[in-house]
């Protein structure tokens, strides 16, 4: 069991940067590939980036590429999304979710999701 809580959301300018954090509890958490979603108003919930358990491979959406960065520090059960460069089209909800598979990008694939936080990007 996997228990994700995400943080850093928040209301920034176009071309500003954020940086969201997934925090998980439960020992199995290291085991699991973690990814980032998000879900815009009216839309639904797209993959951008997932980080295998032992953090060596990553995997981006065309839209996360060049400007979102994926991260964790198992001693800390956290995963990073460094966003920058952000859009108004940036703006959603981010959810991180824990996979056992990798190179997964459908939501079907992941058992494990948090609460979401919200980003609003300013134009």
């Known amino acids: 069991q996997v228990q994700l809580v995400e943080s850093g959301g928040g209301l920034v300018q176009a071309g500003g940067s954020l940086r969201l954090s997934c925090v998980a509890s439960g020992r199995a958490f290291s085991s699991y590939n973690i990814g980032w979603f998000r879900q815009a108003p009216g839309k639904e919930r797209e993959f951008e980036a997932q980080?295998?358990?032992?953090?060596?491979?990553?995997y981006y959406a065309d839209s996360a590429k060049g400007r979102f960065t994926i991260s964790r520090d198992n001693a800390k059960n956290t995963v990073y999304l460094q966003m920058n460069s952000l859009k108004p089209e940036d703006t959603a909800v981010y959810y991180c979710?824990?996979?056992?598979?990798?190179?997964?990008?459908?939501?079907?694939?992941?058992?494990?999701w948090g609460q979401g936080t919200q980003v609003t990007v300013s134009s």
């Open positions: 979710a824990a996979s056992r598979l990798l190179f997964a990008s459908r939501e079907r694939n992941y058992d494990y």
């Open positions: 980080i295998s358990w032992s953090g060596s491979t990553t």
